[in-house]
């Protein structure tokens, strides 16, 4: 929610299906409502080493994972699967057909063209690592939108853009949305669980510098004893490496939700005097994520359709011990900064809209672009924004859907899993770029 300016994901780590990915772009969390634990509980002193254990402090039933509404997607156009493709460009483009016949509603339109808006002054600016586009091929359509009325915005699509399709077309799509859960700026009894602004010891490395074959990767860690080292993995963490340097921002009244909330990248602490503080993506620790729902998958241990966001919080919250331990199987951690703006902010450092927005592949959709999608749930069908990453949206034709806050879009993200098939609309520039017209 993938997730602030630079973030992976709005996410912003953004919301992969926990049933099905090994990777998570985000995961919806429970919405607790005002604290009642007694003021006298006092939380143990903990030695140093020795892992936080769980202490389930649930406010509010998780809630149902919103039953799917089915739908029959569009099928794709036919094209030749390139297994090597590491860009869009590289995957293949075909034309689309024409966006007339794409039946959009007006008003999902007009929330497309409000988020493709604000996104321009980022889009037009931007390299575009996907090899579709060129800066200045989003001139006319920005400088257009300016001005243009949002009931308006599907004849501002149709005149300005072409659709194409990337590779085979086959779309899956996840979601992800704001959490909110119970937290307090200051520790007290009931809010122990530690949300950790970036330590200044956490070095970024651009491998690009050192060699040439190198250029684009980077790697995360701390220099301990004049060697580079990897940084501490969330067990090293959660057993007391960064207490004691003042690191904290605020305290979490329940480590499971706070775990999900880490894995969207950005939420809302709602504090015990009913405010609220939102907070987003400040970094990560360099550790690859693990999703749970995959290992208890695999394990026997949850089923299929019990591998939802609530399913997962009820499994943690049976048996405390077992919980921890499954959460410390993740090593990636995250770190917070105080927003204080609009927000969430997704990847191009501008707010992400709900039921507007989607985290994609920069390598295969440009950020900025809308997006068409046609899937076998209804829900996510229709016509999008590109606006933010996240660590599991990778390849072609992968998006996660976000969904705004609130309880409606807990239930939709927290289960949300949908295939089908996918368009980009491009400016028609690009297009006559890449198709010319004896191919399109």
């Known amino acids: 929610m993938r997730r602030t300016a630079g973030a992976p994901r709005a996410c912003l780590f953004g919301f992969a299906l926990l049933a099905v990915l090994p990777l998570i772009s985000g995961c919806a969390s429970v919405v607790p409502v005002a604290d009642s634990r007694p003021a006298t509980a006092t939380t143990p002193a903990r030695p140093m080493g020795v892992p936080r254990p769980y202490v389930p402090r649930p406010s509010e039933r998780p809630g149902a994972a919103a039953q799917p509404i089915p739908a029959t997607p569009r099928a794709p156009i036919p094209a030749a ?17 024409d966006f007339a016949t794409l039946a959009i509603p007006a008003e999902q339109a007009a929330r497309a063209l409000a988020a493709f808006r604000i996104s321009c002054p980022s889009v037009q600016r931007r390299a575009d690592t996907s090899g579709l586009t060129q800066g200045a091929d989003w001139n006319e359509s920005c400088n257009a939108a300016k001005s243009w009325a949002d009931s308006d915005a599907l004849t501002f699509f149709a005149r300005h853009f072409a659709t194409v399709q990337i590779g085979t077309g086959s779309a899956f799509v996840t979601g992800y949305y704001e959490p909110e859960i119970a937290a307090s700026r200051t520790k007290q009894p009931g809010y122990d669980v530690p949300i950790y602004r970036r330590p200044d ?13 190198l250029k684009g990767r980077k790697i995360r860690g701390r220099v301990e004893n004049g060697n580079f080292v990897r940084y501490y993995d969330r067990l090293a963490i ?3 490496a960064l207490e004691g340097r003042g690191l904290e921002i605020a305290w979490a009244a329940d480590a499971a939700e706070f775990f999900f909330l880490q894995v969207q990248g950005s ?3 709602r504090l015990p005097d009913g405010g609220v503080m939102r907070i987003g993506y400040d970094a990560q620790n360099g550790r690859g994520y693990v999703g749970i729902g ?4 695999d394990r026997g241990e949850l089923q299929r359709g019990q591998a939802s966001m609530q399913g997962i919080l009820d499994y943690l919250r049976a048996d ?6 499954v959460m410390n199987e993740n090593p990636s951690w995250v770190f917070f900064r105080e927003l204080t703006g609009p927000g969430p902010l997704g990847a191009l450092g501008v707010p992400v809209t709900g039921r507007a ?7 295969y959709v440009p950020l900025g672009a809308p997006v068409f999608l046609s899937l076998d749930r209804a829900e996510p069908n229709g016509l999008w924004v590109a606006q933010d990453t996240g660590g599991a949206i990778k390849g072609a034709n992968r998006f996660d859907s976000f969904w705004g806050a609130g309880d409606d879009a807990r239930a939709i993200a927290g289960g949300m899993a949908a295939r089908g098939s996918a368009l980009l609309l491009l400016p028609r520039a690009s297009v006559a770029r890449l198709l010319p017209p004896s191919a399109g």
Do not use: I, M, N, Y
């Not at 995959?294 to 998958?297: C, I, M, V």
């Open 81 to 97: 699967a390139s297994a090597d493709a590491t860009t869009a460009a590289a995957s293949g483009v075909v034309a689309g057909p």
């Open 201 to 213: 010891d956490l070095v970024d490395v651009d491998l690009g510098q050192f060699a040439d074959d």
């Open 238 to 240: 959660e057993s007391g």
């Open 267 to 269: 939420g809302r602490l």
């Open 294 to 297: 995959k290992l208890l998958l």
């Open 320 to 325: 405390p011990v077992r919980g921890a331990a």
């Open 357 to 363: 927005s989607v985290a994609a592949d920069p390598k």
